[in-house]
């Protein structure tokens, strides 16, 4: 299952210099199905949780990742209590069921002080697990869970999650413009220069799997490529993962979609990046002023954010870190104090992206394509 190499994407950077104020992690969903359909590939493979969905190799990545953050920020940091606390931590998710099981699974991580297993008299006693059963006990219930809500001691924690019409942060459904970019490259030459760049790749994998590509759909190659890369993640294409320049190219192709898509024009990062733009400073100024009493944000969302988040912290399009963005992508902002002096630590899957003063960092997001109208009138579709 790759696991060394998935637990090396969970290092977080050892920084503690200074005194930490505030904490956001931007952090991809786990392993999931492939998106879409591909009857060519289907007749190898089944998918029983459906199309788009959290694998249990998902669950594991982000419980797994959960405790390396709690580790650093709970246990060796002493930033956050070891128990939930509504009222400095807050996590939030898009609206797919994928991100909101992600998040789900990173908390039980995050948050796993105190889990234990079933006591012997639960395991004896089937009448707990069998109805009918008696939910107004209360001394039953006080005997059998104790304090805790859940067997386990499994931590509850609540995860906010907006409409998709609605979510300016973590995607940007609501807003119809900028979907209309989503084809409108498929159709430009810059969608057929990089195409031709992988002419052996997409070859390799017509010939091999006898697929005929349906041109008729302008993005049915990125749901194929999407579906390779997937199920070889998964272990199910072995001639995929015997073939390694093939896999390197084809992951290099499907984060270069995104990527080229997302680079259209300065508009493009303008509207993703307009609540991105105003969250970061806001959040840790309330953490200054102590405005709001939240420490911390778990923000579980795709990759397409996490590339729009890059290239607005300034990556260039052509940096190697757009080679790839796995499962599990996790971008963590640290504001923290030393000497008086606060500054923002930018760290991707484990790698610090950059360090310098929260003036210098709000000056770097201003740096951002301002709209020029409201929200509503820069995402009216234009004739």
Known sequence: MKALILFLLFIIVQNNEGTLKCLVMFIRHGAR??????????RLMTWPMGYGRLTPMGERQHYLLGRAFGEQYIEKEGFLSKVYNSSEFMARSTGYERTAVSGDCFLKGFYKDNLEPLNQNQLDNSKIWTPPLNLTDIERIKRELNTSALPFNIP????????QDYDKLLEWHSCPY??????????????KNLKNKHTESITWVRDIFDIHFNESKLDYMFYLVDYLLTAEFHGRLKILTDNKDILKDLA???TRLLVEILTINEWMQAIALKEF?????????????????YKAFGLFTHDMS??????????????????????????????????????????????????????????????????????????ALRD
Request: charge should be negative.
């Open 252 to 254: 290099y192709l499907n």
């Open 33 to 42: 199905s492939p998106l879409k359909t591909v009857p060519a590939l289907d």
């Open 306 to 379: 996490m590339i729009q988040y890059l290239l607005g912290l300034g990556v260039k399009p052509d940096d190697k870190i757009f080679d790839d963005i796995p499962f599990t992508a996790n971008l963590v902002l640290e504001l923290r104090e030393k000497e008086g002096e606060n500054y923002v630590n930018a760290i991707f899957n484990g790698e610090e992206l950059f360090r310098e003063k929260l003036d210098e960092f709000k000056e770097r997001l201003g740096k951002i394509k301002k709209l020029n109208g409201t929200w509503e009138e820069e995402c």
């Open 156 to 163: 509850v924690v609540p995860i906010m999650s907006y409409d």
């Open 277 to 293: 733009a105003r969250f970061l400073p806001e959040a840790f100024d309330n953490a200054i002023t102590k405005n709001s009493t």
């Open 178 to 191: 900028y979907e209309t970019h989503w084809y409108t490259y498929f159709l430009s030459d810059r969608y």
